[in-house]
């Protein structure tokens, strides 16, 4: 069992910078790979970025490629998104999740945040 905390979000300019973190319980969270999902309002939740149990690999949505950055520190039981010349279009909520698998489908991802809102201004 994990529970996965987001925090982080909040209200920024466009061409600023947030770095969102999702704290996890459980003495399992080194054996998960982990994944940052959003959702903006009236649209359908979609992937943005994965990373492998070990941190030897990730994944972006060519949305947020060059722009953003997933990492983690399983000593601090951690997975961070670093988020670097946002846009208004970045503007959602965003979830974190675990699964025993490396994939883009959040059906694959059993354990989920409830979210953190970040809102971009232009």
């Known amino acids: 069992q994990v529970q996965l905390v987001e925090s982080g979000g909040g209200l920024v300019q466009a061409g600023g910078s947030l770095r969102l973190s999702c704290a996890a319980s459980?003495?399992?969270?080194?054996?998960?790979?982990m994944g940052w999902f959003r959702q903006a309002p009236g649209k359908e939740r979609e992937f943005v970025a994965r990373i492998t149990w070990n941190g030897a690999r990730t994944d972006y949505a060519d949305s947020v490629k060059g722009r953003f950055t997933i990492s983690r520190d399983n000593a601090k039981n951690t997975v961070y998104l670093q988020m670097n010349s946002l846009k208004p279009e970045d503007t959602a909520v965003y979830y974190c999740?675990?699964?025993?698998?490396?994939?883009?489908?959040?059906?694959?991802?059993?354990?989920w945040g409830k979210g953190t809102q970040v809102t971009v201004s232009s």
């Open positions: 459980g003495r399992t969270f080194s054996s998960y790979h």
């Open positions: 999740a675990a699964s025993s698998s490396y994939s883009l489908q959040q059906f694959e991802y059993g354990y």
